[in-house]
């Protein structure tokens, strides 16, 4: 079965400082990836996707992830983070072919952002 | 503002009621999905539709029947629910590809089963 895992379930830091979030996916011969975020009582918004080509894609909000084959990681980054960025951020994977939509999510890492 | 708007944000029923959760997007969008949410977990996929027709079920009990009338508009309803059926249920809607396309989310409907 497919796999994603987000090693931290918390990550406290204070405001801008840099943050990493990390991920790893379980291998494939082709996989899609997504980093979403949820705010309190909302719905997952898109982050950022990686589907192929550049290994590093960037979101309009400063966040960027580096999709790395060798180390089947998708590591989410921001050299400096704000209050608001105080959310919850699920990584997702689809591994393509015909599980169109069956998204895997991570379990899911709290960040909190200290003033 | 999303572009999946779900209705009612919120619900509270009883264990004999029958209600329905709505879903509509406008991006032209042939896949329709709905997740349950429970706190501190990540989306579980419960349903999707692909061009109108139920494509995955993921055993959920039959005391949730989704409808999907048309290619706008996706229903959950709900009847003879259970406590532990309290979640957050969301909709979600994306092209049909081979995986690729991002999932739109809506806002979700927090139910309460009492």
């Known amino acids: 079965a497919q796999s994603v895992t987000q090693l931290d379930s918390q990550v406290p830091v204070f405001e801008e400082a840099p943050v990493e979030l990390r991920c790893n996916y379980s291998?494939?011969?082709?996989?899609?990836l997504f980093w979403y975020v949820q705010y309190p009582n909302q719905g997952l918004q898109l982050l950022l996707k990686?589907?192929?080509?550049?290994?590093l894609v960037e979101s309009i909000n400063g966040f960027e992830a580096e999709f790395n084959k060798s180390q089947t990681s998708f590591h989410l980054r921001k050299p400096s983070v704000h209050i608001s960025d105080t959310a919850e951020y699920f990584c997702?994977?689809?591994?393509?072919?015909?599980?169109?939509?069956?998204?895997?999510f991570g379990q899911g890492t709290i960040l909190t952002v200290h003033p | 503002d999303t572009e999946v708007t779900q209705t009612p944000k919120h619900l509270v029923m009883g264990m004999t009621n029958k209600k329905s959760l709505k879903c509509e997007q406008h991006m032209g969008h042939r896949a329709m999905y709905w997740y349950k949410q429970k706190a501190k977990k990540p989306p579980e996929l419960m349903f999707v539709?692909?061009?109108?027709?139920?494509?995955i079920n993921e055993s959920v009990p039959s005391r949730f029947s989704p409808e999907c009338p048309n290619s706008s508009l996706l229903n959950l309803h709900l009847h003879a629910l259970q406590p532990e059926d309290s979640a957050l249920y969301l909709c979600?809607?994306?092209?049909?590809?081979?995986?690729?396309?991002?999932?739109?989310f809506g806002n979700g409907t927090r139910l309460t089963v009492t």
């Open positions: 539709y692909s061009y109108e027709k139920l494509s």
């Open positions: 979600a809607s994306s092209q049909v590809d081979r995986g690729g396309s991002p999932l739109h």
């Open positions: 997702a994977a689809n591994h393509g072919g015909t599980s169109y939509g069956k998204l895997t």
């Open positions: 990686y589907l192929s080509g550049s290994t």
């Open positions: 291998s494939s011969v082709s996989v899609y």
